[in-house]
C-alpha cells in the first residue's frame, strides 16, 4: 500500500478505537446513574438514563457501518482485521450494557413509590460497585491492549455472580417474611440479574480483547462458583422464617 493509503487506514482503526471509546464512557456512566436511581429512588435521574440510550445506539451502528466499509476498502488480513473484528464485538456489548442499565432505570422509577426496604437495596449497590469496576477494568484492558488484565476480568466474573446468588437468597427471604415486599423485591431481582448480565458482557468483551492480542481464545468455559440453583429456591428450598 501507498503511504497515503497506510495512512487513511491507520485512521479508520484510530476512528474505530475512539468511538469504542466514547461507546464504553457512555455505558459506564449509564450503569452508574441507573444503580444511584434505584438505591436512591431517584426518578429524575432514572428517566435521564433511558434518555441516553439512543445515543449509545446510534454509536453502535457507525461502528458496525464504519467496520463494513473498512473491511471492503482495505481487505484487511491478521492482527488489522481483529482489531475490525474486535470493534464489531465490543460494540454489541456495550449496546447491550446500555440496554440493561436502561432497564435497571425504568424499574428504578416503577419503584419509587412503593413501599421501601433499604436493606433490599444493601446488595444490588454491591453488585452494582463490582460489576462497575469490571467494566472499568475491561475497558482499560482493550485501550491498553492488556492480555492478563482482560484474563483477570474474565477470571473474576465468578465473583459477580455468587453475591447474585446472595442477593437472590436475600430477597426471596424478604418475600416470605411479608407479602407486601413481594412487588418490591420482585422488581429488585430482574435488577439483580441484570446486574449480573453486565458482568457477563464485561466477560464477552475480555474475551475479545485476549482474541484481539493473540489471536487465540480463553476456554470456552468460563470459571464457575460453588453458586446455587436459583430453580430449586424458587421450588422452596428456602425455608420460610419463623
Known sequence: MTDHTVKAYD??????ERTIAEMGGIAEKMMADAIDALTTFNVDLGRAVV???PQLDALQRDVEQRAVLTIARRQPMAIDLREII???RISGDLERVGDLAK???KRSIKIASEPRLPRAIIGLKHM??????????VLDAYAQRD???????WARDVELDALEDSVFRDLLTFMLEDPRNISFCAHLLFCSKNIERVGDHATNIAETVFYLVTGSNLPVDRPKGPGHDQD????GSVPAPK
Request: charged share 25%.
Open 128 to 137: 452494582g460497585e463490582l460489576a462497575a469496576l469490571q467494566m472499568k477494568d
Open 11 to 16: 485512521q479508520d482503526l484510530a476512528a474505530l
Open 103 to 105: 432497564s435497571i432505570a
Open 147 to 153: 492480555v492478563e488484565r482482560a484474563r483477570s476480568v
Open 86 to 88: 474486535a470493534a464489531i
Open 51 to 53: 434518555a441516553s440510550d
Open 232 to 235: 430449586a429456591l424458587l421450588r
